[in-house]
């Protein structure tokens, strides 16, 4: 099994996009607020998997595990997530200033996930 990477939040916007290259994410504590993610996760549960869309909705691991792409095309509420302050930035940091957006997965994992 391997180890869990720490979470650290890193202050700036160079800090931010070092943790991405160096650990494939970056750690924004209090970017949502409770109300949000309650908002976000029954909207995920809403959603309804497109095996056409390569979307996933099973259990066969043992432990939920649910993944729909293009979240945003499905459920307007996805939208107000798109860009937000805090992480657009890091987007264009990595990307350039005319990245686009093309996709946006909702991924649900449950209890038992190794």
Not at 29 to 39: D, I, K, M, S
């Amino acid at each position: 099994m391997s180890n869990a990477l720490s979470l650290i939040a890193y202050p700036t916007l160079a800090g931010q996009v070092k943790a991405m290259e160096e650990d494939g994410y970056a750690f924004l504590p209090g970017l949502l607020n409770t109300a949000e993610v309650a908002e976000l996760r029954a909207a995920m549960d809403r959603l309804v998997a497109i095996p056409a869309s390569y979307d996933r909705d099973d259990t066969s691991g043992g432990f939920p595990n649910k993944s729909i792409n293009n979240a945003f095309n499905r459920d307007p509420l996805f939208l107000s997530y798109v860009d937000r302050p805090g992480v657009v930035e890091i987007a264009e940091a990595i990307h350039g200033n005319d990245c686009h957006i093309i996709g946006m997965t909702a991924w649900l994992t449950g209890p038992g996930r190794p």
